[in-house]
């Protein structure tokens, strides 16, 4: 069954400081993999596409990695501000899933002042 | 160019009757695919459309249906409402084809009471 599992699920943050947020599949075969900002009461925004070839993908102060070996990926949050806090979600699609996605429940992040 | 467009944005039903939502995509997109979001499930496939066919189907009963125009806006209908569809409904939007950009709605938010 392809599964996507997130970590952690939630986290508190100070303004100005780093973080990584965790995402680990069973996916297979693996399509590609996306990281998506969600602000509350809003529809999921792109932040980063990757696909089996590809193992580092930035986006502004966003950074994402993909080991397909391990299967896993990571999003990395540089100098944080306020309006980084929202809900991170990690998307895996299946070579023959038709286009259907697989999606993590989420890591919410607050960044506090 | 115009995003996703989702209307209504928010929706209050009773138990027992029946809603239906709408998606406009992105213009020159083909595939519209709809989830389930809610707090405790995360976001769930319901199911996918492409030139008017239904391409994929999630696990959401029948109860659960979409149709798709010849102008790629798409429905969603749910009939019999229960308490448990309360959620926000988002719809996706894509060419459908190699491009993996999909590209969000802000969606309705349903509250069946």
């Known amino acids: 069954k392809n599964q996507v599992e997130q970590s952690p699920q939630s986290l508190i943050i100070l303004e100005g400081k780093n973080c990584t947020l965790q995402c680990n599949y069973t996916v297979s075969p693996f399509s590609n993999l996306r990281w998506y900002k969600q602000d509350t009461g809003r529809g999921p925004v792109s932040l980063t596409i990757m696909t089996f070839s590809e193992n580092t993908k930035s986006n502004g102060r966003y950074t994402a990695t993909l080991d397909a070996d391990t299967k896993q990926s990571s999003l990395h949050i540089t100098a944080s501000q306020l309006s980084d806090s929202a809900s991170y979600i990690c998307?895996?699609?299946?070579?023959?899933?038709?286009?259907?996605?697989?999606f993590g429940k989420g890591t919410s992040l607050l960044v506090t002042p | 160019k115009a995003g996703v467009t989702q209307t209504p944005r928010y929706l209050i039903k009773t138990r027992g009757q029946q809603v239906t939502l709408s998606c406009s995509p992105i213009?020159?997109?083909?595939?519209v695919s709809w989830y389930q979001q809610t707090p405790g499930q995360g976001l769930q496939f319901l199911f996918e459309?492409?030139?008017?066919?239904?391409?994929n189907k999630g696990n959401f009963p029948g109860r659960f249906s979409g149709r798709q125009f010849s102008n790629s806006r798409s429905e969603m209908n749910v009939s019999t409402l229960e308490l448990g569809d309360s959620a926000l409904y988002l719809c996706?939007?894509?060419?459908?084809?190699?491009?993996?950009?999909?590209?969000f709605g802000s969606g309705t938010r349903l509250t069946v009471v």
């Open positions: 459309y492409f030139s008017e066919t239904q391409r």
């Open positions: 998307v895996v699609s299946a070579q023959n899933s038709g286009y259907a996605l697989n």
């Open positions: 996706a939007s894509s060419s459908g084809t190699a491009d993996y950009g999909y590209t």
């Open positions: 213009s020159g997109h083909r595939s």
